[in-house]
């Protein structure tokens, strides 16, 4: 764009892009917040147009982000309209085959300054949609942002969104936890190391973390018990000692009578009963 350096990019966070839709909505918004964040319409709109048709948006991993409006997708009833309407998508709809967003997870409040001021969604593009069909997941996201604290936006208002294509899709939970490195530290306890070129997502490093405690406490536990082990030999050993070193008591005397007898060469027998001289 004129006027900035190259490597300048958009990259707000979720609070900041509900600060710039309260600001449109009130119409207070950066003199320069529609050429980072431009407003779709009508048939141009997200929910009428395939992603990668939508102006700026690529398939480099960077994200877009745009104003737009939401509609029903029947005239009865709550239902957002999120079925793809692109000219490519006719031949399929013929076949009965749709593509379409899907919503995964909750819905999820965002905290600006303590306060509860917008609601965050993420939907995924399935194609190959339809009635007995299995929907098959793209790698096309969109993160929906919308004010206030209900779950869901209503019909006409203004909401911005954020679509990309996400280039690395996240790891499963065993293969994460498979490519953690265990390296052992200066103070002799197990070390996790995750390699560099490893990025994954918050639920999975909690899982390789829960899985990193678990290791370091059954090796806690072994040195525990090896440490056991040793006092209880150390207390034995101490015991050997002492009854090798127990005093002699009554042994020794009687042992030492015995070897004197031995060298006098005189018995230890009774002398006989003397007869009294003296009569009654």
């Known amino acids: ?48 147009t395939h992603p990668e048709k939508l102006p700026g948006v690529t398939r480099n991993g960077q994200s877009k982000h745009f104003f737009h409006r939401p509609s029903k997708a029947y005239t009865t009833g709550t239902r957002k309209r999120r079925k793809i309407h692109a000219e490519n998508e006719l031949s399929n709809s013929k076949n009965g085959a749709e593509t379409r967003w899907h919503k995964t997870g909750k819905t999820r409040p965002l905290m600006v300054d303590g306060r509860h001021k917008g609601c965050k969604k993420i939907l995924v ?8 069909r299995k929907p098959e997941k793209t790698n096309w996201v969109m993160h929906q942002y919308h004010l206030g604290d209900l779950e869901d936006e209503k ?3 203004l909401i911005v969104s954020k679509v990309f294509y996400q280039t690395q899709p996240r790891q499963s939970a065993a293969a994460t936890t498979s490519t953690v490195l265990h390296e052992p530290s200066t ?15 918050l639920a999975d490093y909690a899982v390789v ?7 370091q406490r059954q090796q806690q536990q072994m040195l525990k018990q090896g440490d056991e082990m040793n006092k209880g030999n150390e207390v ?31 018995s230890t027998t009774q002398p006989e009963d003397v007869q009294w001289p003296y009569q009654y």
Request: negative net charge.
């Open 1 to 48: 764009m004129v006027g900035f350096p190259a490597g300048v990019k958009f990259d707000p966070t979720d609070q900041e892009l509900i600060e710039h839709l309260e600001s449109k909505v009130m119409k207070r918004a950066h003199s320069l917040i529609d050429d980072f964040i431009p407003t779709i319409e009508g048939e141009d709109g997200i929910c009428y």
């Open 125 to 132: 593009l399935y194609s190959n949609f339809g009635k007995a």
């Open 155 to 157: 019909e006409g208002e």
């Open 187 to 201: 103070n002799g306890d197990m070390e996790v190391k995750t390699p560099k070129s490893m990025k994954i997502g």
């Open 209 to 215: 973390a829960a899985a990193a405690i678990q290791m």
């Open 236 to 266: 034995q050993d101490q015991q050997q000692q002492k009854f090798d070193h127990r005093p002699a008591g009554l042994e020794g005397p009687i042992m030492a009578c015995k070897s004197a007898s031995t060298k006098e060469g005189t």
